[in-house]
């Protein structure tokens, strides 16, 4: 039967794949994956029957690696489609395979699983009730402090993505456009060394400066609320 499956797969720790994602793992006709290593260390980790056809979807290929997944959707196969980590089309491709093949009558189900949005989001203990995620913010400071501003009324809760290497700056560029509010740093989300910070914004910018940081990182702000902003001395 023809169906794409979004599978939401583990953000770190490999027990947080579902049954059901290692049953449609193992029973789709074929596997489009960000990265086929990868994508092999799981089903290797839950001896999952690897399918007949099993092949890269990423960003330098999406057109390309789509037009074949159409392919096989018009020959009546089931495609799962998975990233390296959490669901395909969140920071990652997947946005445009889903959306053609829901145009061109295909049916697509998603297979529910872990995301460092959502995990983040808890673990930061700020507002759950409303919230915006942006990915990740520009490299560059200029434009970074203008994507922050877009934010800077908006009462929900406000999160990232951001590199490891860039942390330290968004944490200052975040403190000067937003002010001093509430906020967390979470790395490496379910994995060994996880962490989360949290503090106010000046608190967390000096932290992380000169810090070195391994890993994933995910950054939780709090919205525009006088709750969770500290006047400035």
């Known amino acids: 039967m023809s169906i ?7 953000i770190g720790n490999l027990e947080d794949l579902s049954h059901r994602a290692v049953r449609i793992l193992g029973e789709s006709d074929a596997v489009a994956c960000e990265d086929t290593r990868q994508t092999r260390k799981i089903y290797e980790r839950y001896s999952i029957p690897r399918p007949s056809l099993l092949f890269s979807y990423h960003e330098h290929n999406e057109g390309s690696a789509g037009r074949r ?5 018009r020959e009546g196969k089931s495609v799962a489609l998975c990233s390296d980590a959490g669901y395909p089309g969140v920071s990652d491709p997947g946005y445009r395979i889903v959306s053609d093949a829901w145009e061109q009558g295909f049916q697509v189900c998603v297979i529910p699983g872990a995301g460092a949005v959502t995990a983040a989001l808890l673990a930061s203990g700020l507002p759950t009730s409303s919230f915006t995620f942006k990915g990740f913010a520009p490299k560059k400071s200029g434009q970074r402090r203008r994507f922050l501003a877009a934010e800077k009324e908006a009462p929900h809760t406000l999160v990232l993505f951001e590199s490891p290497h860039r942390v330290a700056a968004l944490l200052k560029d975040a403190l000067g456009v937003l002010g001093d509010r ?4 979470c790395v490496e989300l379910t994995k060994r060394f996880e962490s989360t910070s949290r503090a106010h914004l000046s608190s967390l910018a000096a932290e992380f400066e000169g810090r070195a940081v ?4 995910t950054v939780v702000i709090a919205g525009n609320n006088p709750k969770f902003i500290r006047e400035s001395e």
């Not at 997944?69 to 959707?73: G, P």
């Not at 391994?214 to 990182?217: D, K, L, N, P």
């Open 69 to 73: 997944i159409l392919s096989l959707l």
């Open 214 to 217: 391994r890993g994933e990182v």
């Open 4 to 10: 794409l499956y979004v599978v939401a797969t583990p």
């Open 182 to 185: 509430l906020a967390a740093v």
